[in-house]
């Protein structure tokens, strides 16, 4: 299911197998994704920070480890989803986008939209080896990723 901020029920994702055509999330009919960071409802604030990261599984995965996250439901932060963020009690937003070009784009328009609200951090991982933090499924590497998050300029 996809909550918004008011914790009320105003669709579902699916994740397609892979392989075929895109796209790879699949959303119900009418369901606004920009309207809503994927997986916010579920976090009883003050929290130590926030991670975000592109895609509903990416935010599953880190929060199954024990990492507050977020998703924006692909690879723009929209000016609803900003305004979201705002609205919280947060100090530190560590930023997780995907190891790719759509990753980098959304990761420099990020920090530049929100530098001056939060710490603002990122992780840094092998791009050979991993396309994005689903892809590290040792729990101790993803956990030395994330504790070794830099300060984002």
């Not at 995965?61 to 977020?70: G, M, R, S």
């Not at 919280?88 to 784009?105: H, M, Q, S, W, Y």
Request: glycine share 6%; charged share 25%.
């Amino acid at each position: 299911p996809i909550k918004n901020q008011y914790n009320k029920n105003i669709g579902w994702v699916a994740r397609k197998a892979p392989g075929g055509n895109p796209p790879k999330y699949l959303y119900s009919s009418g369901t606004k994704i920009s309207h809503v960071l994927f997986g916010l409802r579920q976090y009883k604030f003050p929290i130590p920070f926030l991670c975000m990261v592109e895609g509903p599984l990416d935010a599953m995965w880190l929060d199954q480890h024990k990492f507050p996250a977020v998703a924006l439901g692909g690879a723009h932060l929209s000016a609803i989803q900003e305004k979201i963020l705002l609205s919280l009690p947060l100090t530190e937003v560590v930023l997780c986008f995907d190891n790719d070009k759509a990753g980098r784009i959304v990761d420099e328009d990020a920090k530049k939209r929100l530098n001056k609200y939060f710490v603002l951090s990122r992780i840094e991982f092998d791009a050979v080896r991993y396309k994005d933090v689903q892809d590290i499924r040792d729990p101790k590497i993803l956990q030395e990723v994330i504790a070794n998050r830099q300060l984002a300029w």
